[in-house]
């Protein structure tokens, strides 16, 4: 009978022969063994020389086949973590990414966990920074966009998942039109990919990703625009408008700021080097 390790070996052989990165396909594989046994990474490390359950191979092997055909982990197992939370993921929604934790970083350290802050998160999809944000800033409030109903949805259960639905108000608008409030900071990881780039993006985004969460545009700053003119009368004077942006994108988008009246406070760059998190106010 083969071991638990000699199965994942197998896995990871076949994902790596689909396309996928070496170092990637042996993190789904054991990804989705793990979420076949229900262990966490410990008690499958300590068991990977054991014989592999009955039923293992028969809810495994259908798993590995969707990631062979180049179906997201997160869709699969319908979760991601993010800040330490899992996420409920649906196709109505983008995965988080860990890139987008810089934002929850840049929000806390503008806020002192005691104040009763209100913050906007535009365009929230599965609803992560608001629901991450929630969870470290017990006294805050806040208000969460999204044109998209059905993403909505999946944040709003993930609010309830993570105990925090009372303190959000899930709007179903864009950016944020017929919102009067002003906010102490505002979030927001717009879609940011130009139509022409559709061709370039991985299968498992293409293919699986909604359209409205990735795409802003001919050049990709559509949504800026409207975020840029919206939320400079709903900042308060002291606040931090804090956005994502695409790969080489912080020039333009700075430069798009600036033409509406924004300076940069701060940028932030992921594990690669590459500037992700802008940080901004009003000049």
Not at 116 to 141: F, Y
Not at 215 to 232: H, I, K, P, W
Request: glycine share 6%; proline share 5%.
């Amino acid at each position: 009978m083969a071991t638990l390790h000699e199965q994942i070996a197998r896995a990871r052989d076949a994902l790596a022969a689909a396309g996928i990165d070496p170092s990637e396909a042996s993190l789904d594989a054991e990804l989705l063994a793990r979420f076949v046994l229900g262990w966490d990474r410990a008690h499958l490390l300590a068991a990977l020389r054991d014989p592999a359950p009955d039923t293992f191979d028969d809810r495994f092997e259908p798993l590995v086949a969707r990631r062979v055909r180049r179906e997201p982990v997160s869709l699969i197992t319908g979760v991601r973590e993010f800040w330490g939370l899992d996420f409920e993921v649906t196709p109505d929604v983008l995965t988080p990414r860990p890139e987008t934790e810089l934002i929850v970083e840049e929000a806390i350290a503008r806020l002192p966990r005691a104040r009763a802050a209100l913050i906007a998160d535009v365009g929230t999809g599965s609803g992560c920074l608001a629901v991450a944000l929630a969870t470290e800033l017990r006294r805050a409030r806040f208000i969460a966009t999204d044109i998209s109903g059905p993403a909505l949805n999946v944040a709003r259960r993930n609010a309830a998942r993570h105990g925090v639905a009372t303190r959000i108000d899930f709007r179903r608008t864009d950016v944020l039109d017929g919102i009067d409030d002003v906010f102490d900071v505002i979030v927001s990881n717009p879609p940011y990919v130009a139509t022409a780039e559709a061709d370039v993006l991985p299968i498992e985004v293409i293919g699986h990703e909604p359209p409205v969460a990735l795409f802003g545009g001919a050049d990709g700053l559509d949504v800026y625009r409207r975020l840029f003119a919206a939320a400079a009368a709903r900042l308060a004077s002291t606040g931090r408008l804090i956005v994502e942006v695409g790969y080489d994108h912080n020039d333009r988008v700075m430069s798009l700021a600036k033409r509406y009246g924004w300076t940069l406070d701060r940028s932030r760059r992921d594990l690669q080097g590459i500037v992700r998190t802008l940080v901004f106010l009003r000049s």
